[in-house]
């Protein structure tokens, strides 16, 4: 086997990026190892969100999210796949102060974890950000309309792209980031029309949450498709209602405990007939 081959390939950003109006994009978080592995053979994509600190670390939002916190999961996430292309969010703060700074967290992201990717939440004045890291060998995928790490601003999750202002500064966001290079623009949180206009903008195909089915792929937080939350966002559809198949199974396990019935004789183990007699010449010599 040669230096540069592998038994498994995964699926890298140029091919990615070449989905444009091709096959939909299938992408889903992930934020461990066991979860990935069920994920890896049917997604292209397992981003590595932020939206974990919500969902895994019971944050209120995204603000809190460190980099470490991102690497520790992205190992994780590597670890459990093999065949999709897995993206790092960067988190808030690790990138906005400029190209240089964010090339130190992208470098560390992509060694650290053997992720292909990070992605950021690019607003127009992030374009040179995208562009600084695509050219240096890290690809980025871009992050527009609803900005989750914009929760402070925004005073909370709300759809974008309401008035013609805020319409034409977000298809500029999307544009100036496919311009400078982003693999793939996540659109989040719009109106089918908007998603739409954003799609036919830009080169680079447009991965839709709540942005209609006109994107050229979707992804969802992979808990809400699960339906480990009570509440989910108009735009997820649940899948299955897992909080309710944990919450009966443990309810089920604290009654078998409380009633003595489990572990039963298969659960527990027995010494074969070899090793209870060695115990038994131990006793003889200790009585
Ligand atoms: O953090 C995240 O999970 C995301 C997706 C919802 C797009 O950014």
């Not at 690809?139 to 925004?154: A, C, E, F, K, Y």
């Not at 909080?243 to 009654?255: G, N």
Request: glycine share 10%; with cysteine.
């Amino acid at each position: 086997m040669s230096r540069h081959s592998e038994t498994i390939r995964r699926i890298t950003a140029p091919e990615i990026r070449a989905r444009k109006g091709g096959d939909p994009v299938v992408c889903l978080t992930a934020y461990t190892a066991p979860m990935a592995q069920i994920l890896d053979q049917h997604c292209d994509v397992l981003l590595v969100g932020d939206s974990l600190g919500m969902v895994v670390h019971g944050l209120p939002n995204t603000v809190g999210v460190t980099l470490e916190m991102m690497i520790l999961h992205g190992q994780a996430v590597m670890r459990g796949s093999e065949r999709a292309l897995v993206v790092v969010d960067m988190p808030f703060g690790s990138y906005e102060a400029g190209p240089e700074q964010a090339f130190a967290a992208a470098t560390r992201i992509l060694k650290e974890t053997g992720a292909q990717a990070v992605k950021i939440e690019a607003g127009a004045t992030a374009a040179p950000v995208v562009a600084f890291l695509t050219q240096r060998g890290v690809p980025v995928m871009s992050h527009v309309g609803l900005l989750p790490q914009n929760v402070n601003v925004d005073g909370g999750f709300k759809a974008k792209g309401r008035s013609p202002e805020e319409r034409a500064r977000i298809i500029a966001d999307a544009k100036a980031s496919d311009e400078a290079g982003a693999f793939a623009i996540v659109v989040e949180g719009v109106d089918e029309s908007l998603g739409t206009e954003i799609t036919a903008a830009v080169k680079a195909p447009t991965i839709g949450i709540g942005a209609s089915a006109t994107c050229d792929g979707q992804i969802l937080v992979v808990d809400d498709l699960l339906g480990l939350f009570d509440w989910t966002p108009k735009f997820v559809r649940r899948y299955a209602d897992l909080k309710s198949i944990i919450s009966e199974a443990v309810q089920s396990y604290a009654e078998d405990v409380r009633a003595r019935r489990f572990p039963a004789a298969a659960e527990t183990y027995a010494l074969g007939a070899k090793a209870r007699q060695a115990r038994v010449a131990g006793d003889d010599k200790r009585g």
